[in-house]
């Protein structure tokens, strides 16, 4: 059984390809279903963010489950297969789990450490379980992962200092403005971007807020902790003038703000300049406001020069995290070598048991006169030899390397065991089970012919 880790971000793709695959949270358990429904994919889970799409599963078909889920990105972005397949990573079985490691742990974020990832994939999790596509594998993947980013934020300095993508906004801001003291700041959206953005503007000197939502109240409740303005999208254009920093993070499918009502605002501003960061996937704000004079926009790919400060400062912590994460790593790579194993053992036990059964029934003649005991006395020790001489193989086979020895290895026990061989015999000695055989003996002790 393998696993495969497949899909795009924002280092692989632009803004406006993310936007085309940005996946409803609705829409994830029909996804996962129909994609179990190929006969390579046995186990799926997907991850859809801001920053990235990506699609995990289990599989005993590499290239077909592969070639499968770039079918469906294909489909979903509405684009020739080599188009999107310029900007997709696939990672098979260990770099496929150092990779969901490392996202989980915010080491492979646009903002190195931030914590909101681990947030989302946990629910990518919670989306597997409720749609029914996480099974044995999945469950014990994700478990492993969280433990990884736990161990990693834990034992490093990778998780101080929060930062994320709406600090970098603000930092951006300050860039721009110098002090923001004084500056009118709208928000669009209440969620968690827009109450961390809130926070960190605020720590920056403004006090005048506005939140505007489509659900008022989730606007009146933000608006509220942050003494702030409640408004509803319909009012949007009312305040819009207003503005001297807008940052947009709703969870709209389409543009919210467009050029018109922009354009509208900048002539009552009269030449104030007006800073607009979106960092919404798919975008809200329409890229042609970017053309209107004095309106400066930004998408969340701009932010990687601010990004790429925060990195060089935390690089030193995301390298201790990244030693942690190989050891957990390496502990979920024997974990699932193990999985492989488990049938083999079971054959070599099942056959080994058939043929000490058939050296017992050939020893009967010389038995004929054992009493009970006698009789429990030489199955038992029959037993024990066995074990003995088992345990050094059956011990290997349950810590095999995850690599070409561990596959030999496997391959010379099926050999030295004969099972191949051992398969293709008649059904009758392959049908005659273990009870049987015992009673056949207990049967022959006890009526002496």
Not at 72 to 80: L, Q, R
Not at 118 to 145: D, F, I, W
Not at 407 to 412: E, F, N, P, S
Not at 423 to 432: A, C, H, P, V
Request: proline letters at 3%; hydrophobic letters at 40%; aromatic letters at 4%.
């Amino acid at each position: 059984m393998r696993i495969c880790h497949i899909g795009l971000n924002h280092k692989t793709a632009p803004v406006e390809l993310r936007e085309r695959l940005a996946v409803v949270e609705t829409d994830i358990s029909e996804i996962l279903n129909q994609r179990i429904e190929h006969p390579a994919i046995r186990e799926a889970a997907l991850l859809s963010t801001c920053n990235r799409v990506e699609m995990t599963v289990v599989t005993h078909d590499p290239d077909a489950a592969i070639a499968a889920v770039h079918e469906w990105f294909a489909g979903t972005a509405g684009m020739p297969m080599e188009e999107v397949c310029d900007h997709l990573y696939s990672h098979t079985t260990d770099a496929a789990i150092r990779h969901l490691f490392s996202v989980a742990s915010g080491l492979d974020s646009l903002v190195l450490g931030e914590p909101q990832i681990l947030g989302q994939v946990k629910n990518s999790y919670e989306h597997a379980l409720t749609a029914g596509t996480a099974g044995h594998v999945l469950h014990r993947l994700y478990q492993s992962t969280f433990a990884a980013a736990k161990r990693a934020r834990s034992e490093t300095g990778i998780g101080k200092q929060s930062v994320n993508i709406s600090s970098c906004a603000v930092e951006l801001a300050r860039h721009i403005f110098g002090d923001l003291s004084g500056k009118t700041v709208l928000l669009m959206g209440a969620g968690e971007m827009a109450e961390l953005a809130a926070r960190h503007l605020r720590g920056n000197g403004c006090t005048d807020i506005l939140v505007a939502n489509r659900t008022l109240q989730r606007a009146q409740n933000l608006a509220l902790e942050f003494e702030g303005h409640a408004l509803t999208m319909e009012q949007l254009p009312d305040y819009l003038d207003a503005a001297d920093i807008i940052l947009s993070s709703t969870g709209a499918s389409t543009f919210v703000l467009l050029p018109d009502a922009v354009q509208a605002a900048m002539k009552k501003r009269k030449g104030k300049p007006m800073f607009l960061v979106d960092i919404a996937v798919p975008r809200d704000i329409d890229p042609r406001i970017g053309d209107i004079d004095g309106a400066y926009l930004y998408d969340i790919d701009d932010l990687q020069q601010v990004v790429q400060g925060n990195m060089e400062n935390r690089q030193h912590e995301a390298d201790q995290a990244r030693l942690l994460i190989e050891e957990e790593a390496l502990a979920f790579l024997r974990w699932l070598k193990s999985l492989e194993s488990v049938p083999l053992i079971r054959n070599i036990q099942q056959q080994m048991d058939i043929r000490r059964l058939d050296e017992l029934e050939k020893a009967q003649r010389y038995m004929k006169g054992f009493n009970e005991q006698q009789q429990q006395a030489v199955e038992q020790f029959s037993r024990a030899l066995m074990k003995r001489y088992m345990h050094p193989t059956l011990k290997t086979l349950k810590s095999l390397p995850d690599d070409i020895e561990g596959d030999l290895l496997m391959g010379a026990a099926n050999r030295l065991f004969d099972l191949d061989a051992s398969d293709s015999k008649s059904n009758k000695t392959e049908s005659l089970s273990t009870a049987t055989k015992i009673s056949n003996i207990k049967g022959n002790n006890e009526h002496p012919s």
